[in-house]
């Protein structure tokens, strides 16, 4: 393809070269035509880049999808074939006019900050995803409050995720925006940044279970909860409710005993939770006591867990704790 497109640019010039010795000969010959040779001049070298150009589009657009997809790849994102699939989209669209131009330049500069944010934001997913189910419930109206979850997006994208710092300086001439996308003094750029993490979440979480616990009952949730620690492999009994000693869930594996206070709440979990899984943790005969709940704890609610010995979690957080306890 390189040796096409550079014979492509030789004949080009070579149409200029010969327009050029053609025009001198004849302002040799008639001097007083000099001015006229001049205009003459400025339509052959237009006609010459107006006979290349189109030729050579379709290979500089290749060439920088080309690097496009070198940077996606070494950022090593998840979406990274998503991306690419977009951006060649784009690429392969005609590209004529200068309106056109423009929007895949525009497409190439969105595909590349986005990669970079991506990049920065796929390590935490798991916690922002977590976060979300923690701050955002519906009320007994049946309205979806998330002023709190839209809070946490800001911190994320003040303290976390900008400033973008991934240089990128051999697409300056398609990144003229990169900077202004970093201006967190911007109230408007926070809102933009805020509005794609909100969105970009939502979508992972619609397609997980996180959807279905405004649905669930208390004891849907424990059933819920058991069923996370069976699928770590733990034998599992999942109590009736009434009578349980503040156990919801008992687990063991490999002689290791677990006990489970189960909290679905749309408000944060107090320390009464603690206070009855720490005293349960006994009664069973268990190793260890964890409160599992959809939502936060109170400051309360960790000082007493920090003094029993009570592990404080998230349901997302449980398979790599139980892992952890039989490694």
Known sequence: MDIVMGVIRLLGIGFAIIV?????ELALANPGTFSVILA???????????????????YNRQNLVSMCNELIDSLGITSADTLKAHLSRAASESMLTPKKVGEFESCVEKTLVQAIALAKIQPHMATLRRKRAQNTYKDDY?????DGWLKECEYFVTV???PLDHPIPEFANFTG?????????NSKVVEAWVEYLDDLIDADDSRTYLNDLTTMSGHDYETFVGNIVEECDWEVQVTKGSGDQGADVIAARDGVRIVIQCKLYASTVGNKAVQEVFAAKSFYDCDYAFVVSNSTYTPSARKVAERTGVQLLHHDELPEKLEALCA
């Open 160 to 162: 976390v995720l900008l």
């Open 177 to 185: 925006r990169y900077d202004l996308l970093n201006d967190l003094s």
């Open 142 to 146: 049946g309205i979806l409050h998330e």
């Open 20 to 24: 050029l010795l053609r025009l001198g």
């Open 40 to 58: 003459i001049l400025g339509a052959a070298l237009v006609g010459a880049y107006l006979l290349t150009n189109p030729l050579l589009l379709p």
